[in-house]
């Protein structure tokens, strides 16, 4: 479980010592002694030395290693310190508890760490070693009571997301919410999103079904539950990621809402398979977010823990001669330990070096696919081959539009589509040129639908690279600085349910797209621009393929098209 809280260092310090203590008390075991640091040299010293200081660390004060014995065979390690790097690199506590088990010894380690301005972070680690192997069988390791009992109280949070013990049961008003977590680049943790089926209650599918299938879930994803009205709002605007019929699917970190590639990535469990066996069923849905969580590089801070220092056990000695082998056998067990710690976090290290490794092939080969699928399609299409993706070159915008400045008419820019070589136009031109005839187009709608071009090429050189943050609509939300900032609220996800689910409404948005897109060569649009307002109201229909073929298709610029405010 790696999760953030907004409470500070020693808060969430105190929160853990004290649950765990608890939890410990519970099990019928001894309970450690509070926890006491050494205060700083320009820090007075504590009127009880043996009560717990709930002050805040001083970063560069580093808490001596300690090893309790709490009774039979349960062992507590403690330490605590700077961060690797320095007193101002941050701080950290930590606590791993052995237990004895039937087959062998649950080990359990819940670090904290706070980096220099950052936020507090949380992480804790389950795992069962096998007696005389030392196997680490993670799968088959519950989630700890102290992941349960710990979340409510710190208000854990993976990103804009706060992580629950139960699932949220989401009604329409909050689906614009959930697409925005879903695309949030600052999501670690999987969202599972479970559907209700036509023909069971709402509260009885939760309480009965949606609960106990997410019951291996607390700490390691968050999860939801779609309403009926909430159902229908999420489906349209994610066409393709949808979820029905009782259905549960797991949506990774990086959705990319616009495209039908991206959806395979994301694993849907049938409503016949969580009903055949519900036990099995709650194994098979946490097991995506198990993996996600063992192979996920860890965050800077938590990278930055150096590994855990224990004190040698050795025999006791006095200050006589006799004693001069005793001290000499300690120092043998000092130096052995030290040698041990330092090649753990050599391996420590290299594991981590690993995982950075492999995000970074993982990005760098869907960002090839995308490159070699976009210029297939480019040949397909006789359009222009696109941008290879690579950094941006320093200096002005790549697709800053050329000095003569935005158009002033549909005819112009019609005739300039070619500076945009992320976009490609598959409509018909009529519809665009028929504005110029319209008095009211000197309000500056070429104007405007040339600032919507030229903000979904730059997203679209993002988006290629893997920076883009999100969707169109987030980016317009969060535009880089150096960018050509559109209005967040003329930029639309998708139609509303009433047009998706009427026929003809739905065939006029179903414009041309190339083969290797859609095999029919034809696409569902729903994504648009607002070019103006009025019962004339022109639009922009596109289709972001930018994680598919590495390219944004505009389908349309025109009038409006019908809808329920429309004749």
Partial sequence: MTVTTALPHADALALADQRLGAWLKQEGCEEPPLAVREPAPHEPTPRDPGAYDPAPHDPGTAAAPERLRLGGRVLLDRDGGPLRGGPVAGRYDRRRLRTPAPHGTHQLTLTIATGAGGPTWVWLEAETHTTGSGVRTPCRVPVPELARTLLPLLDAADGPAAVQLAPRVLTAADVEGLIDELCDPARRLPTVVASVPADRGLDDWVAEVVRPLCGQLPGLATAYVLDPGARTEFNVALEYHAVYGGAVRTYLPEVDPASRHDGARHPVLARRRIEEDLRRAAGLLAREPRRLAAEQPLPSPLAAVP?????????????????????????????????????????????????????????????????????????????????????????????????????????????????????????????????????????????????????????????????????????????????????????????????????????????????????????????????????????????????????????????????????
């Fill in 307 to 567: 590994v855990l220092r224990v004190p040698p056990q050795g025999p006791r000695t006095g200050t006589g001669p006799q004693d001069a082998a005793a001290r000499a056998e300690l120092a043998v067990l000092a130096h052995e330990e030290q040698q041990d710690r330092a090649e753990q976090q050599a391996r420590a290290d290299e594991l981590e070096r690993v995982r950075h490794s492999l995000r970074r092939e993982r990005r760098h080969g869907a960002a090839q696919v995308r490159a070699l699928t976009g210029r297939f399609c480019a040949v397909q299409g006789g359009a222009a081959a696109p941008v290879r993706p690579g950094r941006r070159p320093a200096g002005p915008t790549t697709s800053a539009p050329a000095a003569g400045g935005a158009p002033g008419s549909f005819t112009e820019l019609m005739r300039r589509l070619g500076e945009f070589p992320l976009l490609t136009f598959t409509g018909d031109q009529k519809s665009a040129l028929a504005l110029d005839e319209l008095q009211c187009s000197n309000t500056g709608w070429a104007r405007l639908t040339w600032d919507g071009l030229t903000a979904l090429q730059e997203y679209a050189e993002a988006a290629i690279r893997g920076e883009a943050g999100g969707d169109f609509k987030q980016w317009c939300e969060r535009t880089p600085a150096g960018c050509h900032r559109f209005p967040p609220r003329k930029a639309v996800r998708g139609e509303s349910r009433t047009v998706f689910s009427h026929t003809k409404w739905k065939r006029e948005r179903m414009l041309p797209v190339p083969e290797c897109v859609d095999a029919s060569r034809r696409a569902f649009m729903g994504a648009h621009l607002r070019i103006g307002g009025g019962r004339t109201a022109p639009r922009l229909h596109y289709l972001d393929d930018c994680s598919g073929s590495g390219r944004i298709y505009v389908g349309y610029i025109g009038l409006h098209l019908t809808n329920t405010r429309t004749n």
